[in-house]
T-cell receptor
Framework: GAGVSQTPSNKVTEKGKYVELRCDPISGHTALYWYRQSLGQGPEFLIYFQGTGAADDSGLPNDRFFAVRPEGSVSTLKIQRTERGDSAVYLC???????????FGSGTRLTVV | GESVGLHLPTLSVQEGDNSIINCAYSNSASDYFIWYKQESGKGPQFIIDIRSNMDKRQGQRVTVLLNKTVKHLSLQIAATQPGDSAVYFCAENMDSSYKLIFGSGTRLLVRP
């Protein structure tokens, strides 16, 4: 596609529920990144995919967070047993190659109530 | 850990004036820097970048200056327009790695 697409744009869920956030990167981009942005803060790295594999998941806060990219294109960020502290904007980005700047999507605003 | 930071959280300028947004970084190993603009409800948008082997780079109405001696980065916007109102982030990257480290942002407000 023309840009990085993230769905849904907004998600409200109850504490303890499971959520999935989807990212469609720019066609042909092999590198895909997930970041999390709290209100008034800069984005913080969560996980990086090169192709289908998670090359670095060191930014995932705990084992309730998991992400997949089974075919090397679309990625899904999964959060189990959501907590109010998980509320944030989850940003996805992609790039042609590792390094350099990348293109961000508009994010999914997750609110846990 | 080391991180990118910003001097001014909010900057208010008159339309038509020049804007300067500053950023301090602490990791001398960083070799690539990017400025992003983020409007409300949108993801960060790439503005301009610079590598550590340069001290100045110009784009359309924007200039980035890098002072490695004092680990300082700035974004200059010429003839600031209302559409420039947004939050601006600097980000650093080390050794062409994939991970960007962002500062907390500066909000630019343009007065008509």
């Amino acid at each position: 596609g023309a840009g990085v697409s993230q769905t849904p744009s907004n998600k409200v869920t109850e504490k303890g529920k499971y959520v999935e956030l989807r990212c469609d990167p720019i066609s042909g981009h092999t590198a895909l990144y997930w970041y999390r942005q709290s209100l008034g803060q800069g984005p913080e790295f969560l996980i990086y995919f090169q192709g289908t594999g998670a090359a670095d998941d060191s930014g995932l806060p705990n084992d309730r967070f998991f992400a997949v990219r089974p075919e090397g294109s679309v990625s899904t960020l999964k959060i189990q047993r959501t907590e109010r502290g998980d509320s944030a904007v989850y940003l996805c980005a992609s790039s042609l190659k590792q390094g350099g700047g990348y293109t961000f999507g508009s994010g999914t605003r997750l609110t846990v109530v | 850990g080391e991180s990118v930071g910003l001097h001014l959280p909010t900057l208010s300028v008159q339309e038509g004036d020049n804007s300067i947004i500053n950023c301090a970084y602490s990791n001398s190993a960083s070799d690539y820097f990017i400025w992003y603009k983020q409007e409300s409800g949108k993801g960060p948008q790439f503005i301009i970048d610079i590598r550590s082997n340069m001290d100045k780079r110009q784009g359309q109405r924007v200039t980035v200056l890098l002072n490695k001696t004092v680990k300082h980065l700035s974004l200059q916007i010429a003839a600031t327009q209302p559409g420039d109102s947004a939050v601006y982030f600097c980000a650093e990257n080390m050794d062409s790695s994939y991970k960007l480290i962002f500062g907390s942002g500066t909000r630019l407000l343009v007065r008509p």
